[in-house]
């Protein structure tokens, strides 16, 4: 940064203070007393200090959860990032009116709601307006058939919701990549996908692990997805707060599931950033 | 690899983010109250029908309402926040800038029960203005980025040069700095007027059951029943962002606004 030295008042940072403070740092203050709070049945709340919330997600059924939300997340991530890290590349090589253009798709899609990419995919895997049909005039399906609500339409839907992320977040480092190294490696006689895997992945490390972080934890919030496209037993935790805060009215609990994915969020946020400083240092 | 290759796999991609988009707009054409595609006897009588039915027309209202001034708070909030970053240093700034990205980084729906169980704690749960606040800080993060985007981007020289002229420090920010920071600000704006609109977590969980807003309309209809208005919601929804992306694009350098710093031009 090299701007001048104050250019602005100092007060001004009391805006944003007091706006941030109120609005965002009281109620995560809140929560986490809530989460701590004795839960009365039928009613809301009473303060109090107890860890019995904490205490039973430890149980079997809620600890199958957290592996169920973590494994299909986790999942997504990959399959996201593998297919933007390609995409990234060859993006970040064309021209500024056809990058322009795909930006425009991909801050499109980015913008979509989780209801209505839900709806369009279901809408895309259903019987009678889907691939259904489609690979039935082929010929290759005997009868048209739904591929919703299924494991692959879930992760089909994650996939969707994840990968304008993960090519944004990849798309400033990817383009400030000397393109000249490329060249060099091509013109000491390494084959294109030599350099891809030789050159260019490697310097691009710490930027693929940010995005494959990004996605992950993304798609860990997801909430309407589960419910459109997945079965049951494909409820991520925030389906199970969101329906202990909203339908079993119990917040204690439903405030100590969200601290406990908090903390896995900021554990895995500041692993990446640890891992980027090395991977920055070595360069 | 060839040049083709490369074109073929983002064109691949790109078909395969739009089909879903594609057969969506399909269904919203149906004339009967069903989903099929290709859509059978074409009409736009459910377009009409999103205006007429109150049943969408309070969700659509609603939905305006929370956008238009959840944005604005947004960059009320943001506008000093970046300024104050990119004009000083020290822990004062750093913490303000991590805690201006932090409600977009975080699973909303961790932020959600927060803002719930905040507004539940003040009694004002359930109403539009809890919703409105929530989604205002929830989006405070895209106005922050691009309008720090657009003072980085400002030649020091011509802040130096209106100082040497004996400007003051509050001309130059009016004079200066504002003017040239305004299509950062509105791109800001936009943003986060697109990305309100979408919001659906939140907006439930704050006042899901009082203030209907047209993601929430969406799904309670997934539930009870299909009518192709919900494409035809769709619709208008993807067809506002490209509107707005594309004027961004058109107007400014999209590709510079997302990170990129070295761009060939055409």
């Not at chain 1, 109090?48 to 959860?65: K, N, T």
Request: aromatic letters at 10%; proline letters at 6%; one cysteine or more.
């Amino acid at each position: 940064m090299s701007a001048p030295q104050k250019a602005t008042p100092g007060w001004l940072a009391a805006i944003p203070a007091l706006a941030l403070g109120i609005f965002f740092i009281v109620p995560f203050a809140i929560m986490l007393s809530v989460s701590v709070a004795h839960r009365v049945p039928g009613g809301f709340f009473e303060p109090g200090f107890e860890l019995a919330s904490y205490i039973r997600f430890l149980s079997a059924f809620f600890g199958s959860i957290l592996v169920t939300s973590i494994t299909i997340s986790a999942a997504a991530a990959a399959i996201c990032v593998t297919l933007a890290f390609p995409f990234t590349v060859f993006l970040a090589g064309m021209g500024r009116r056809a990058q322009t253009w795909i930006l425009v798709i991909l801050l499109s899609v980015l913008s979509l709601s989780e209801v209505i990419i839900g709806f369009s995919l279901s809408t895309l895997l259903s019987k009678t307006a889907g691939v259904g049909n489609l690979l039935a005039w082929l010929g290759i399906l005997e009868t048209s058939r739904a591929f919703t609500p299924s494991l692959f339409a879930l992760l089909t839907g994650m996939c969707y919701l994840g990968f304008p992320y993960a090519v944004l977040v990849l798309y400033p480092p990817v383009s400030r990549l000397d393109p000249e190294l490329g060249e060099a490696a091509r013109t000491m006689g390494a084959s294109p996908l030599r350099t891809f895997f030789g050159v260019t992945l490697p310097l691009l490390r710490a930027p693929v692990l940010g995005a494959l972080v990004l996605v992950f934890v993304f798609t860990l919030g997801v909430y309407l997805l589960p419910q459109v496209l997945g079965r049951p037993q494909h409820w991520t935790l925030s389906v199970h707060i969101t329906d202990q805060a909203i339908f079993q009215s119990n917040l204690p609990f439903a405030a100590a599931m969200a601290v406990l994915l908090l903390v896995v969020t900021l554990m895995l946020v500041g692993l990446t950033l640890l891992l980027g400083r090395d991977a920055g240092a070595r360069q | 690899m060839t040049a083709w290759i490369k074109s073929l796999y983002i064109g691949l991609i790109l078909l395969l983010l739009v089909a879903p988009i594609v057969v969506v707009a399909g269904v919203s054409l149906n004339e009967a109250q069903s989903l099929r595609f290709p859509p059978q006897d074409l009409s736009l009588r459910w377009y009409g029908a999103l205006f007429r039915e109150p049943d969408w027309l309070v969700p659509l209202r609603n939905s305006l309402v929370i956008a238009a001034t959840s944005s604005l708070l947004a960059v009320l909030v943001a506008l000093p926040l970046a300024l104050h970053v990119w004009s000083r240093r020290g822990w004062l700034s750093r913490g303000l800038y991590t805690l201006g990205v932090a409600p977009f980084m975080l699973p909303p729906v961790i932020s959600a029960l927060g803002f719930l169980v905040f507004w539940v704690s003040l009694g004002m749960y359930g109403q539009m203005a809890a919703t409105i606040v929530s989604h205002g800080v929830f989006l405070v993060t895209l106005p922050v980025v691009t309008i720090s985007l657009g003072l980085n981007a400002i030649d020091p020289a011509l802040i130096e040069a209106a100082r040497t002229m004996g400007a003051a420090r509050g001309q130059v920010l009016r004079t200066v700095i504002l003017p040239l920071i305004v299509p950062y600000i509105l791109s800001g704006y936009a943003f986060a007027f697109v990305l309100s609109l979408n919001e659906y977590i939140i907006a439930y969980m704050v006042a899901g059951f009082t203030v209907e807003t047209l993601p929430i309309k969406i799904f309670n209809s997934l539930r009870y029943g299909y009518t192709p208005i919900m494409g035809v919601v769709s619709v208008l929804f993807i067809l506002l962002a490209v509107a707005v992306f594309g004027m961004i694009g058109r107007f400014g350098n999209l590709p510079r606004l997302m990170g990129s710093e070295r761009v060939r031009d055409q």
